[in-house]
């Protein structure tokens, strides 16, 4: 008898892309300002050192990682008003510089969260999307996201 013969089938496996839900809806952020729940590592990252958080996520961004050490020595934080506009602008998020200023001031650690779910999430997506797929248009590849991970 072939021995091939003899080796039991292997199950087809599929191969999960995507969780369910996780794409974001076009024009809007992939998850809520208040979703700290869906990364718990990120939120106890920032929870314990806010400051190291939001430059890891400004290098993320492509900015320069000591950008958000200038939101402590003014009244607006303008880096992370800086970072929500380019997120915004980058992935084609609604939203103005009223709701930035508002996120940025009000809910400050929430925004910073929610900017590095965001550049977590397009940058999945991007990764795990077929070249010819009309959604890598849509998606900008992050070259400082390549190989790394913010926490």
């Known amino acids: 008898m072939d021995r091939e013969a ?13 969780q369910p839900g996780s794409q974001a809806q076009e024009g809007h952020w992939s998850t809520g300002l208040c ?6 590592g990120d939120s106890c990252f920032a929870l314990c050192c806010l400051p190291v958080y939001t430059c890891k996520v400004a290098w993320s961004v492509g900015a320069c990682p000591c950008l958000p050490l200038l939101d402590c020595i003014s009244c607006v934080p303008a880096a992370s008003l800086a970072m929500r506009a380019s997120v915004r602008e980058r992935y084609g998020i609604q939203g103005g510089v009223w709701s930035d200023c508002f996120y940025g001031c009000c809910c400050y650690p929430l925004s910073w969260c929610q900017i590095s779910r965001e550049l977590k999430r397009r940058a999945a997506v991007y990764a795990n999307s077929p070249p010819s797929s009309s959604s890598s248009a849509r998606y900008i590849a992050l070259t400082s996201l390549q190989g790394a991970h913010l926490i």
């Open 6 to 18: 003899l080796l039991l089938p292997s199950p087809q496996l599929q191969v999960v892309r995507e």
């Open 35 to 40: 979703e700290c729940h869906q990364d718990l």
